[in-house]
């Protein structure tokens, strides 16, 4: 049987490491060969959060590209240097992909920055050194998969909860291991979050990875460190985590058309979502 | 699901749409001289916002998603001598994110439909009219033969006597006794003597290993 998070929750050790085992017996690649992509995998998603934070050239429909860089530089009233950094992580790496730059898809490409904002933004708020982030990675690899054994992970099939649910929980579940938690913590921070992204629509403007793309990076990366927060403190999800995954499932077969990733309803179908959209079209 | 790395901005309509025609391309054996890509469903309402249409000209060029060079894949089309041409279609009860294309080359065409599942995760599920299974995550071999007693033992004796473990096997037909069709999922290539010997048989109509597209 392949590892669900139910059944993750109630090992010992770390959690990564069962989803190391099970990663090596399926591919039949050594741990060093796996733990080495990933590494790449890393750097690259490095390489977009620096792009992304210096950069402020718009994307290829024009509605998004200067926002990370914005935030970064900008003024820091709450005097709260953590949220600042994962949500200006997450977006850069947005706005990358917005202009059709190189990112690394985790799960999708348009929910590519939760993952590297709240891991890289803890990581570099704490000063953990980048080689500790390799096996929260390989965690959140293995969350997504079982996430992806039981719905397609797109926005086409399930709406915006299909991916950026799965970012959230993949993130979630990465920084939860990172800070100490037990595989049930994990587990359930990846709950907790995943809950709380049920229902949510894919409705971009226009059809472009760009409203309201970006910024929900943003805002899905500091909802994934919340649950690792909430996890780590021993909150649990009161839904098992696998019930919780079945029910995205089902939401998402029950979402309309129209609020998954065609562009035709919800943000997509308002005037200025439409006037935009005409645009848009114009330019690309 | 941490990957592909690729080139923005969706990993459905633009890295899975890139493979698709990468296999597409694989599946042909050469360069084409035209392409006609029918879009279905979310591929047609919003593919031109998330460079489908790039990513699918790329694709046929032999491009991978992570090249950067996918931004450039019309001019590069057009530079090449590629004929690109797109049009809307309706495919019926198929994942959302579909595409039909028919390729030409010099030497052959072919009707290559696939889907996007999502995550860069793809599917061709038919060639030709014939039901297959090329996921792009293993090597492939497709074969096309004729339907009579015996075809799937010898292809598998084949691969067995150059030790290539089966995956995934499917077989598909249009009538009995007409063309048959299959594809074959390996844990590893099948090697170029017996790969050869297989294309020499009479009643092996046509060959291709298509290499994994998935990294």
Redesign the interface.
């Given at each position: 049987m392949p590892l669900t998070l139910n059944s993750l929750a109630a090992l010992s050790g770390r959690a990564s490491e069962h989803v190391l085992r099970e990663e090596v017996e399926e591919t039949g690649l050594t741990p060093e060969a796996i733990l080495e992509k990933l590494r790449e995998r890393l750097s690259i998603m490095r390489d977009s959060v620096r792009r992304g934070l210096a950069s402020d050239a718009p994307s290829v429909a024009g509605m998004v590209g200067r926002n990370a860089k914005t935030l970064w530089e900008a003024e820091d009233p709450l005097k709260d240097p953590l949220l600042k950094r994962v949500q200006a992580y997450a977006m850069a790496v947005n706005e990358e992909n917005a202009r059709m730059g190189r990112i690394v898809a985790a799960p999708t490409a348009g929910s590519a920055g939760t993952l590297p904002g709240a891991l890289l933004g803890v990581a570099d708020h704490l000063g953990i050194p980048e080689e500790e982030l390799l096996m929260p990675l390989v965690l959140a690899a293995g969350v997504g998969k079982m996430i992806g054994r039981v719905i397609h992970i797109a926005g086409a099939s399930g709406g915006c909860q299909a991916e950026i649910g799965s970012s959230a929980a993949m993130a979630a579940a990465a920084v939860t291991e990172l800070l100490g938690g037990t595989p049930e913590a994990c587990a359930h921070a990846a709950a907790l979050a995943l809950q709380n992204t049920l229902g949510l629509v894919c409705d971009p403007v226009g059809g472009f990875v760009e409203v309201p793309c970006v910024m929900r990076n943003g805002f899905y990366a500091v909802h994934a460190v919340s649950a690792a927060s909430m996890a780590l403190a021993g909150i649990r999800s009161v839904i098992p985590p696998d019930e919780v995954v079945l029910a995205m499932a089902r939401i998402g077969r029950l979402l309309p058309l129209e609020l998954k990733e065609t562009g035709l309803g919800g943000l997509a179908d308002t005037p200025t979502g439409r006037k935009l959209a005409e645009e848009a079209l114009k330019k690309a | 699901?941490?990957?592909?790395?690729?080139?923005?901005?969706?990993?459905?309509h633009?890295?899975g749409a890139c493979r698709l025609a990468l296999l597409a391309r694989y599946l042909l054996g050469e360069k084409p001289k035209r392409v006609e890509f029918g879009l279905h469903?979310?591929f047609a309402?919003?593919?031109?916002?998330?460079?489908t249409h790039l990513a699918l000209v790329a694709g046929v060029l032999g491009l991978k998603p992570?090249d950067?060079r996918?931004?450039e894949s019309l001019s590069l089309a057009e530079r090449e001598g590629v004929e690109v041409v797109f049009k809307e279609v309706e495919l019926g009860d198929v994942?959302?994110?579909t595409v039909r294309m028919a390729l030409e080359g010099e030497k052959e065409r072919l009707v290559v439909t696939g889907s996007?599942?999502?995550?860069?995760?793809v599917r061709v599920f038919d060639v030709d009219g014939f039901e297959v299974r090329i996921t792009g995550s293993a090597p492939t071999l497709v074969v096309k033969n004729v339907d009579t007693p015996g075809v799937v033992a010898r292809v598998a004796r084949i691969l067995a006597d150059d030790e290539v473990n089966i995956a995934y096997l499917t077989v598909s037909r249009k009538k009995r006794g007409g063309e048959a069709m299959m594809s074959i999922e390996m844990?590893r290539p099948l090697t170029e003597k017996p790969l050869e010997y297989l294309a020499y048989l009479s009643y092996i109509l046509w060959v291709r290993q298509i290499p994994p597209v998935m990294d």
């Open positions: - | 699901m941490i990957g592909p790395v690729m080139v923005g901005p969706s990993s459905s633009t890295a469903g979310s309402k919003t593919g031109k916002g998330h460079g992570d950067e996918l931004k994942h959302p994110n996007s599942l999502g995550g860069g995760v844990d």
